[in-house]
Structures are given as structure tokens and as C-alpha cells.
Nanobody, 119 residues
Framework: QVHLLESGGGLVQGGGSLNLSCKAS????????LGWYRQPPGKQRELVAS???????KYADSAKGRFTISRDNDENTVVLQMDSLKPEDTAVYYC?????????????WGQGTQVTVSS
């Protein structure tokens, strides 16, 4: 079992920056892919960015060049630095942990944090 606790988020003007942090606790955290998803109003949840280790990072096209994901395996945290924010980035952002273990997909979610970008 993995527990994810998010912090950060809030209201920011377009062009501004926000930093989301997620603290993971539980077993074998370093064996999990950690990432951030978001769910805009009335839309499906979508991947923003994920990281297995420093060399394996994935970004959604909408996040490339503006967002940076990083993880600290000593602290079991994953951070999403979001710059040049746009109104279309408004969404509930969810921290995610994923692991394939003995053929079973294990997925965990945080409670979500609201990000609102004003125009």
C-alpha cells in the first residue's frame, strides 16, 4: 500500500508559476513510477508528467517546455514545477504512483489539489 500526500496548488495569474509537491509513504516507493495527472473541468483525467528515475521522464505535449518533474528518492517526494501557466492548465492535479508487481498493476492516487489559472 502506498499513501500519497499532495501540497501546493492554488490560484495564479496566467504566465505565473506554481510548485506541486507529493510525499509518498509505504513500501518500495523507489520501485514505483511517480507522476502527476490532471482533470480539467468536464474532462477526463490525463497524464501531465511521470518519472521512473532521472533518465526516464515523460511529459504530455502540453507540459513540454513549461513543466519540470523531479523526484527525490531519499525523501520519497515528487515535485512538479509549473511555469508559464495558462488558463487551460486549470484542473485538479493528482499525484500518482504506479508499479507492475508479479503481473499485477498497482496504482495509487493522492486526494488531488486544485490549480486555477486566471486570464
Amino acid at each position: 500500500q502506498v499513501h500519497l500526500l499532495e501540497s501546493g496548488g492554488g490560484l495564479v495569474q496566467g504566465g505565473g508559476s506554481l510548485n506541486l509537491s507529493c510525499k509518498a509513504s509505504g513500501r518500495a516507493i523507489t520501485s514505483h513510477t511517480l507522476g502527476w495527472y490532471r482533470q480539467p473541468p468536464g474532462k477526463q483525467r490525463e497524464l501531465v508528467a511521470s518519472v521512473i528515475n532521472g533518465a526516464n521522464v515523460k511529459y504530455a505535449d502540453s507540459a513540454k517546455g513549461r513543466f519540470t518533474i523531479s523526484r527525490d528518492n531519499d525523501e520519497n517526494t515528487v515535485v512538479l514545477q509549473m511555469d508559464s501557466l495558462k488558463p487551460e492548465d486549470t484542473a485538479v492535479y493528482y499525484c500518482n504512483a504506479f508499479r507492475l508487481y508479479q503481473g499485477q498493476e498497482l496504482t495509487y492516487w493522492g486526494q488531488g489539489t486544485q490549480v486555477t489559472v486566471s486570464s
